[in-house]
């Protein structure tokens, strides 16, 4: 019986390392780097406006983190839809680091409206 559970585990274990995790496609992505931009721009706009609405704004701590993520939100969201108008042509160095910058802004939000 414990050969039986153990040999189960270890299927199980192995079965669920192999599954890949599917994603929808966005619509009218121009490629891969197109639909990961536009998702992450979606969620950091989602979380800034969780922010706003949230007592934690007014906090003199947080309120100016907050206002330099709206401003680099709107500096990587500028950037991307440059980039996603030429057709997806150039670089994407500038966006990705754009992008990098609002998550840790996001980050900084949190962190300091004493959260994780």
Request: net charge positive; glycine share 8%; with cysteine.
């Amino acid at each position: 019986m414990k050969l039986k559970l153990a040999a189960l585990a270890i299927v199980l274990a192995l079965g669920s390392s192999c599954a890949k995790t599917a994603t929808a496609p966005v619509p009218g992505q121009i490629n891969t780097f197109d639909a990961y931009a536009y998702r992450v721009l979606y969620d950091a706009q989602a979380a800034i406006n969780s922010f706003k609405g949230s007592t934690s704004a007014q906090n003199p701590n947080v309120k100016p983190i907050l206002n330099q993520a709206i401003a680099d939100y709107d500096i990587a969201e500028s950037a991307y839809q440059v980039w996603h108008a030429a057709g997806g042509t150039g670089s994407t160095a500038a966006i990705t680091a754009a992008i990098t910058k609002v998550q840790t802004d996001i980050a900084g939000i949190a962190g300091a409206a004493g959260g994780k």
